[in-house]
């Protein structure tokens, strides 16, 4: 069976290799030391420090094999890859909870950054499941142990950089400079030509 990817932004994925580095390099080493002058004092059967700097021991190695099983399967999304104009990963969405008349807003981002409490919501979520792929107007149901709450999407915001679905338009900004050139080409070439007759004329 395939493993479900996590899927994160690339910020996501850099902030998760600090710490795992930070955990081995530095907070392991720190740790370390606390356990050998814990050791130094003699009896560790009632050595409140050595017991602590265990536990912490026991916390930092746990959270380093989490952070390395997350980026083992670790997905990268780029935000500026998403068209604007329809709900994705990195999509801050504005919406209308129609029963209530009340505005919500929400980012959708994966699963490993969800922070509820200032609304970045994942993917996989509820709402998120049934946002993804809707654009600016649509009317979504979402089934929760509640029951069926609906919404209005009342925007749907991009970070800078994001792509439109929209043709770009296009630019001459080089046809003035070409059309100047052959201009001056050509007047050039008058001017050639209207020395060569004054000087026929003056030989004669």
Not at 6 to 11: I, V
Not at 109 to 122: A, C, K, P
């Amino acid at each position: 069976m395939e493993e479900k990817k996590n899927l994160m932004s690339y910020e996501k994925l850099r902030e998760l290799e600090a710490e795992r580095d930070e955990r081995k390099e530095v907070i392991r080493a720190e740790i370390a030391q606390k356990i050998k002058e814990a050791r130094e004092q003699g009896d560790l059967s009632e050595n409140a420090e050595y017991d602590a700097a265990k536990d912490e021991q026991r916390e930092n190695e746990l959270r380093i094999e989490e952070i390395e099983s997350i980026l083992k399967n670790a997905e990268v999304y780029l935000e500026e890859d998403v068209a604007k104009d329809a709900v994705g990963l990195g999509s801050t969405v504005t919406l209308l909870d129609i029963e209530y008349n009340e505005e919500v807003v929400y980012k959708i981002v994966g699963s490993t950054e969800v922070d509820s409490l200032n609304g970045r919501i994942s993917n996989e979520s509820p709402v998120g499941k049934a946002i993804v792929g809707a654009k600016k107007g649509a009317t979504i149901t979402v089934d929760t142990p509640a029951g069926q709450i609906k919404y209005k999407i009342l925007k749907v915001e991009k970070p800078a950089g994001a792509k439109s679905t929209k043709s770009p338009k296009k630019t001459e900004e080089k046809a003035p400079a070409k059309t100047a050139a052959k201009s001056a080409t050509k007047t050039a070439s008058k001017s050639s030509a209207a020395k060569t007759t004054t000087k026929k004329k003056a030989d004669k």
